[in-house]
């Protein structure tokens, strides 16, 4: 049972544009949401998180959204850069877990230039 | 600052030959620590993880086991492996914290042939 889903396993974005990136979990436990990004050949490098008492976080360019209602999060990208090419994982915690995290397949984002 | 390392960062092995993938985390004591797989098509997977010295909890039945002989090492081992276990797998560490962030290394790619 995959708790952590990230049902598009692809996007290809112009860049420039906005590049919106989506997550929807099962766990209704889930109070704590994070982005990774991956590189190929490297370990993934903390993007931007939120917790469930937001519905919004806003880093630079990446802004994370949180429906709870719907218990889905969306991460936006704006505008997009050829350097944002890379595959971004969807991660989430529920309190007491120690902090473990799960994680989403994944979706590779393409920036074209 | 902290830095955690892994390796070796490539291996191919024989199914049926032992595995052991070893992590050390620098800069920082009493970390959690954490071995994640990538395999194909999936997300990342937790494997392991320790809250301390020789405290080990397994997620996920298989063949890998996982043992803490130092506070900052962490290795990940295998008496035969199978050719299932081909992946990415990645060492991870954090700290008590309210974040649940979680700091990766580089990866080792196994290949099991």
């Known amino acids: 049972d995959q708790q952590v889903k990230q049902n598009s396993p692809s996007l290809s974005v112009q860049e420039g544009r906005i590049s919106i990136l989506n997550c929807d979990y099962t766990n209704s436990m889930f109070d704590y949401f994070l982005w990774y990004k991956k590189y190929p050949a490297e370990g993934p490098t903390f993007l931007i998180s939120?917790?469930?008492?937001?519905d919004k976080n806003e880093d630079g360019r990446f802004t994370v959204f949180l429906n709870k209602s719907a218990k889905h999060l969306s991460l936006h990208i704006v505008p997009s850069q050829p350097g944002d090419s890379a595959v971004y994982f969807c991660?989430?915690?529920?309190?007491?877990?120690?902090?473990?995290?799960?994680f989403g397949k994944g979706t590779l984002l393409t920036v074209n230039p | 600052s902290q830095t955690i390392h892994q390796w070796p960062a490539t291996l191919v092995q024989p199914v049926g030959s032992p595995l052991s993938l070893e992590c050390t985390v620098e800069?920082?004591?009493?970390?959690?620590l954490y071995w994640y797989r990538q395999a194909a098509g999936r997300g990342l997977q937790l494997l392991f993880y320790?809250?301390?010295?020789?405290?080990i909890s397994s997620e996920v039945p298989q063949n890998l086991s996982a043992s803490r002989p130092q506070d900052r090492q962490f290795i990940l081992s295998s008496k035969k492996l199978l050719l299932s276990d081909s992946g990415f797998y990645l060492c991870a560490w954090n700290l008590d914290s309210n974040t649940g962030e979680l700091f990766f290394g580089e990866g080792s790619r196994l290949t099991v042939l």
């Open positions: 991660a989430a915690s529920a309190p007491g877990s120690n902090y473990k995290l799960t």
């Open positions: 320790s809250v301390g010295i020789g405290q």
């Open positions: 800069g920082t004591s009493n970390p959690n």
């Open positions: 939120i917790s469930s008492i937001k």
